[in-house]
């Protein structure tokens, strides 16, 4: 008999049984059945549109050909400076809700301002202080950019405007700016009504922010450097990475606050002539520093006498929190106050027992120094941040359209705020280490690493190298833990702690060696520099002799949709192990090695096999879920890697003819918010769903894909980071742990084809 259809009659008793199991989410061991599913779903959903925008609701607006787009972000991100800190408004206000962590912790800043004796918020809503709680500001409007979110509020009298940009410098051109773990809060006021106003400015932030648990013992302490006054907070405990998961906060380094003292500050004096410093820095209780700006538009020049104290949290308690005040006196023309926002973390990530940090401490001998820089820069990284908005914006609105654009400026934001950038001092480099944020933070998890790499791949490959070759370092041994698998690894532990070895990894076997050939070849079509990859290529050999052994009938096991559970046949999976062969061989060419022919010549036997197998043509044609299972269908997302790799003909020769056959089918079958992932439910991941939408050659259609995806983040009702899973139905997420991944970079596909298909970038 046909070998070829004794795997195909294996592969049909073990798919069956594979679609009626619950889904599983990773090794967890989390349970979930399509009835729990379907409980979960979110169906509250509200339409939006621009010219029926109640006041104040959030609107991001970019130009269209037939008219502007309006677009509600399901939030508002702040400040986002590493995977720990990150800083989101998960309401339609500033001042509606509390600043939240990414999984909606509680991690507050307060902004108010007072204009004539009265005072208003402007950022966040009041807690501990709620029966002296001032009025919010007016919000007039919001911009979320690439790097920088922008808010213009007016105050309730109409007499001044108060512009608050928050905005961090995750800059792919440059290692240093993206490695600097300070953010920007600048304040621009000016009279509305042509009259002097006496105006005071106070900005703090709670000490959650530098601890894990509400009893975690904080200290606080002030400093003048660097030509800044500044405050610092963080637990008295400091054990430096002892703490790894997922919805766990680091419970090192310090939180500081800071802000260049006023040029008159020196001199200022009261009336009774004693010295009064118009910039103030203060640690201690939440109740007292925000009740005395209230009443008197600074904090108290007392220090606190509780330090160091518990941080506290909740409405009931008083947090603690440091703080800084400014009064700028007598506004009119327009004046400017800067708040930088930092975090020091001292140690960033713990690999196989050597402890790094952040590249930023190659340039700095301390956090005040880092400050001390970027508050000079201020006006030229507000033009910076402005310009790079703006120019990406135009290029995606060329490529995508304008709702392409509006979400994919965002989800550079998210994406980029994954990444942690470090020094190696025994290899005198910059590596980088990704946290998958939100199911199981694992760290450089290469099926998450893959969907994110478009972003990385289009903006600065290098990045992407960096982030490769520690994963790459730990499968050739040369870490103090074994692996002994001849296919890639999983990940490398829990973020920030590399320590997995063989028998802790989930098994993806044709997954991640698909995808780390895919992004290894991607980086050296991009470079001249191939050296980095050398020493890895004999163990690159055998992760492929692996595939082409297993191909083209992947074995019962995991794809990167691993809640799924595991499944034979997958003819998503075995269309990537297939372009992956021939990746390999583009390798393989590329170091100058022999007998590269043979993996290209096996790939495209496997593709025709897949073709003959993979199909079928009722309704119309499209590609099964798997090998003999009539009736079903799946995006088959990795197929797209073939183009964006540039392979031409192989190894599918008919890529062109099956790629539109495709983009056919899945918009024939799309729902109010995108096509289905597959025939077993109406759920969808964002990221395969943009590669869905990329494969089309067309720009309309590859607009009415994606229009899914932006009428799903733009009419949601969950308030969480940009999800990569949910309902393409209801528009609820499927699960509650899918958002802020950096697999959102995924987006980004779009622009790799845009940029290497005769447009520049």
């Known amino acids: 008999m046909d070998h070829t259809y004794v795997r195909l009659e294996e592969a049909k008793a073990e798919a069956q049984p594979t679609q009626q199991q619950p889904l599983s989410w990773r090794r967890r061991g989390r349970q979930l059945g399509l009835t729990t599913l379907a409980a979960v779903c979110v169906t509250a959903i509200t339409v939006f549109f621009c010219g029926a925008c109640p006041e104040g609701l959030q609107r991001l607006v970019l130009a269209k050909n037939d008219g502007p787009v309006a677009f509600q972000p399901p939030t508002i991100p702040l400040l986002m400076l590493d995977p720990y800190f990150q800083v989101h408004m998960m309401a339609e206000k500033a001042t509606d809700d509390v600043t939240r962590g990414w999984y909606s912790d509680m991690r507050e800043m307060q902004g108010m301002i007072r204009v004539d004796g009265t005072s208003y918020r402007f950022l966040g809503a009041c807690t501990v202080n709620s029966d002296d709680c001032p009025a919010p500001m007016e919000q007039v409007s919001v911009d979320i950019g690439t790097v920088r979110t922008d808010f213009v509020f007016h105050d309730p009298q109409g007499r001044v405007e108060l512009r608050v940009t928050y905005m961090g410098t995750p800059y792919t051109d440059d290692e240093e700016l993206f490695a600097r773990p300070v953010g920007y809060v600048v304040h621009d006021v000016e009279s509305l009504d042509g009259n002097d106003h006496d105006v005071q400015l106070y900005l703090d932030a709670s000490a959650e922010h530098a601890t894990f648990e509400a009893d975690d013992v904080v200290e606080w302490d002030g400093w003048e450097q660097s030509g800044l006054k500044g405050i610092r907070v963080g637990t008295v405990a400091q054990q430096f990475l002892h703490r790894h998961g997922d919805k766990v906060n680091l419970d090192w380094g310090f939180l500081h606050l800071a802000a260049q003292p006023s040029a008159v500050d020196s001199e200022h004096k009261d009336a009774e002539g004693t010295h009064q410093p118009l910039t103030i820095v203060r640690g201690g209780g939440a109740l007292d520093n925000r009740a005395d700006f209230i009443s008197t538009g600074h904090v108290s ?204 990894q989930e098994p993806m076997p044709m997954e991640n060696t698909g995808n780390m050939f895919f992004m290894i070849l991607a980086i050296l079509q991009r470079s001249q520099d191939h050296a ?67 993996y290209s010549t096996a790939a495209v036997h496997h593709a025709e096999v897949w073709t003959a197998l993979a199909r079928e043509t009722v309704p119309m044609p499209h590609t099964r879920l798997a090998y003999g299972d009539e009736g079903s269908f799946s995006i088959v997302y990795n197929l797209l890697w073939q183009r964006l790799l540039q392979l031409g003909a192989k190894p599918f020769a008919n890529y062109d003819d099956l790629a539109a056959e495709e983009v056919r089918f899945y918009l024939s079958i799309a729902n109010a918010y995108g096509t289905p992932m597959d025939s077993r439910d109406h759920m969808v991941k964002t990221d395969w769903l943009s590669w869905a939408a990329a494969m089309a050659e067309e720009k309309a259609d590859f607009e009415r894909l994606f229009h899914g995806i932006f009428r799903f983040f733009n009419e949601s009702t969950v308030r969480v980071p940009l999800s990569d899973f949910y309902n393409t139905v209801t528009a609820g997420p499927i699960l509650h742990g899918f958002r802020d991944r950096p697999v959102i970079g995924a987006l980004y596909a779009k622009m790799l084809l845009h940029s290497t298909e005769g447009e520049a970038k």
């Open 301 to 504: 020049r007392t220090p606190d006498q509780g330090n160091p104290r518990p941080c506290g949290e909740g409405a009931e308690e008083d947090k603690t929190i440091i703080s800084v005040s400014q009064d700028m006196q007598t506004v009119n023309e327009a004046k400017r106050h800067v708040v930088l926002v930092a975090y020091d973390d001292v140690y960033a990530v713990k690999y196989y027992g050597h402890k790094l940090k952040g590249f930023w401490r190659e340039k700095y001998n301390s956090i005040q120094e880092a400050m001390g820089d970027a508050i000079k820069e201020t006006d030229a990284m507000m033009a910076k941040g402005a310009a790079h908005d703006a120019s990406e914006v135009e290029k995606l609105t060329k490529a995508g359209g304008a709702e392409y654009a509006a979400v994919t400026r965002i989800a550079y934001r998210q994406t980029m705020a994954a990444l942690k950038l470090v020094w190696n001092e025994d290899l005198g480099t910059t590596w980088m280490f990704l946290k998958e944020i939100s199911t199981n933070g694992d760290m450089n998890t290469v099926d998450v690493v893959y969907p994110a790499s478009p972003a990385l791949l289009y903006h600065n490959p290098m990045l992407l190298q960096k982030l490769l070759v520690p994963m790459l370092s730990f499968a050739n041994n040369e870490t103090s833990m074994e692996y002994s698998k001849p296919f890639s690894p999983h990940e490398l532990g829990v973020y920030p702690v590399a320590d997995h070895g063989t028998k802790a």
């Open 532 to 598: 980095w990859v050398e020493p890895y290529y004999p163990m690159l050999k055998t992760w492929a002799d692996y595939l082409n052994s297993t191909l083209p009938f992947p074995e019962h096991q995991l794809c990167t949709d691993d809640f799924r559970g595991p499944l034979g046949n997958n003819t998503n999976l075995a269309a990537k192990g297939i372009v992956a062969l021939e990746a390999f061989a583009e390798i393989c060419h590329t170091l100058d090695r022999a007998d590269c022919a043979a």
